[in-house]
T-cell receptor, first 112, second 115 residues
Framework: DGGITQSPKYLFRKEGQNVTLSCEQN?????MYWYRQDPGQGLRLIYYSQIVNDFQKGDIAEGYSVSREKKESFPLTVTSAQKNPTAFYLC???????????FGQGTRLTVV | AQTVTQSQPEMSVQEAETVTLSCTYD???????LFWYKQPPSRQMILVIRQEAYKQQNATENRFSVNFQKAAKSFSLKISDSQLGDTAMYFCAFMKRGSQGNLIFGKGTKLSVKP
């Protein structure tokens, strides 16, 4: 089945560690996005990419990094510079920018 | 900058009844899209309905319809014949046409459908 796969579903990180969240899509979509969701908040954009080897910062990019080496994959690294990383992270993709976004099932990251 | 406001943090409705969720937005753009997404307890975001700003006709998808008032910058979602499976967070989102495809979300409305 075509879709967006995020892994793992739950992730625990110790203080000071970097951690990478995986996002893979087999929809042949060009554009991919990372959003962060906090309780009582809407989704906020972290990073996005419209083509391979190119990506741009969103509204809350500080403490995060991404790569886009393949069309199918858009991993997000939460670095130790991110002061409050505990949140729910959602990856999305679009076939073109002016179309609706399809979302993965999310990764819940908890700092312990 | 665009903003999206959902003024109802929580709502409830009896099964089989109709409920309307409110959304207002602020923008100086004339070409844009509006969306309603549903986030059930599984937490996966699912598209409910989409509206292009240049279309005057309100979008409809089965039991879901919108009331799009462009001048008032209002985009409400009506759910008819509510079902238990409609229980979810509902997010209104704005996207400027020709932008990078970035969605701007409201804070959501938690809808509970009661049997």
């Amino acid at each position: 089945d075509g879709g967006i796969t995020q892994s793992p579903k739950y992730l625990f990180r110790k203080e000071g560690q970097n951690v990478t969240l995986s996002c893979e899509q087999n929809l042949n979509h060009d554009a991919m996005y990372w959003y962060r969701q906090d309780p009582g908040q809407g989704l906020r954009l972290i990073y996005y990419s419209q083509i391979v080897n190119d990506f741009q910062k969103g509204d809350i990019a500080e403490g995060y990094s991404v790569s886009r080496e393949k069309k199918e994959s858009f991993p997000l690294t939460v670095t130790s510079a991110q002061k409050n990383p505990t949140a729910f992270y959602l990856c999305a993709s679009k076939i073109m920018v002016n179309t609706e976004a399809f979302f993965g099932q999310g990764t819940r990251l908890t700092v312990v | 900058a665009q903003t999206v406001t959902q003024s109802q943090p929580e709502m409830s409705v009896q099964e089989a009844e109709t409920v309307t969720l409110s959304c207002t937005y602020d923008t100086s753009e004339s070409n844009y899209y509006l969306f309603w997404y549903k986030q059930p307890p599984s937490r996966q975001m699912i598209l409910v309905i989409r509206q292009e700003a240049y279309k005057q006709q309100n979008a409809t998808e089965n039991r879901f319809s919108v009331n799009f008032q462009k001048a008032a910058k209002s985009f409400s979602l009506k759910i008819s014949d509510s079902q238990l499976g409609d229980t979810a967070m509902y997010f209104c989102a704005f996207m400027k046409r020709g932008s990078q495809g970035n969605l701007i979300f409201g804070k959501g409305t938690k809808l509970s459908v009661k049997p």
